[in-house]
């Protein structure tokens, strides 16, 4: 019912910036809650940051906030992940998910994109 995307990962340097884009298709998308979550090799795939349909609630993770910032925008069809001040600790391979509800819990997702990897150099 949903298909997302993700794009704009790529190589950056520790303090350094990038934007990763969810492009979703399915003319129901705006309808759903966005996750963004991440998985770093030999970790457990965690919670990063999520969004209501509507965009007017949003949360991070504590080890994000401050530095990263969810947005979205309907009328593309896309999701947003701003994040500035990167770490060697955020190099992982981040992932978009859509459901109903915004929350950390990946079991409240039902749809779910590929990934793109990011890696933060020191």
């Known amino acids: 019912q949903v298909q997302l995307v993700e794009s704009g990962g790529g190589l950056v340097q520790a303090g350094g910036s990038l934007r990763l884009s969810c492009a979703a298709s399915?003319?129901?998308?705006?309808?759903?809650?966005v996750g963004w979550f991440r998985q770093a090799p030999g970790k457990e795939r965690e919670f990063v940051a999520a969004?209501?349909?509507?965009?007017?609630?949003?949360y991070n993770a504590d080890s994000v906030k401050g530095r990263f910032a969810i947005s979205r925008d309907n009328a593309k069809n896309t999701v947003y992940l701003q994040m500035n001040s990167l770490k060697p600790e955020d190099t992982a391979v981040y992932y978009c998910?859509?459901?109903?509800?915004?929350?950390?819990?990946?079991?409240?997702?039902?749809?779910w994109g590929q990934g793109t990897q990011v890696t933060v150099s020191s």
């Open positions: 998910a859509a459901g109903p509800y915004t929350i950390a819990s990946q079991e409240g997702y039902d749809y």
């Open positions: 399915g003319r129901t998308f705006s309808t759903y809650a």
């Open positions: 969004i209501s349909w509507s965009g007017d609630s949003t």
